[in-house]
């Protein structure tokens, strides 16, 4: 199994304490540590995020840096914009998958892809 990121740790390396605060914010919010409730239920996570950081464009800068981050110190090429939607989606899996360093697998995308438009299509 892929090692899971602490993404409240990678944010304190971005910015003293960020990361710290948001987690005890969201631990808040959720009832429960965000870091699982992430790989659990990536929606739920999106969105407290988005209450915590008061907007969803806040939110999705913090994931854009969080991606850079991960990208430049971990080793592991994130695209910012296909976690966000894994995490809008509520793709577990997905999010793992990306979180992981795979190697990008055209397959994988389109079944993502296909996985957000039938979600959409039953909202």
């Known amino acids: 199994m892929a090692r899971e990121l602490d993404v409240f740790a990678i944010l304190d390396r971005v910015s003293p304490s960020f990361g710290s605060i948001l987690r005890y914010h969201m631990a808040k919010l959720l009832g429960a540590d965000p870091l699982e409730v992430m ?45 966000i939607s894994a995490l809008k989606g509520g793709a577990s899996d997905t999010l793992r998958w990306i979180l992981s360093g795979s190697s990008v697998d055209r397959k994988r995308l389109r079944a993502f892809s296909s996985e957000r438009t039938r979600r959409k299509s039953r909202l």
């Open 39 to 83: 790989y659990r239920s990536p929606s739920a996570f999106y969105e407290a995020m988005c209450e915590a950081l008061g907007s969803k464009e806040a939110c999705d800068y913090t994931l854009r840096v969080l991606a850079e981050e991960i990208s430049s110190e971990e080793g592991v090429s994130v695209d910012p914009d296909l976690l």
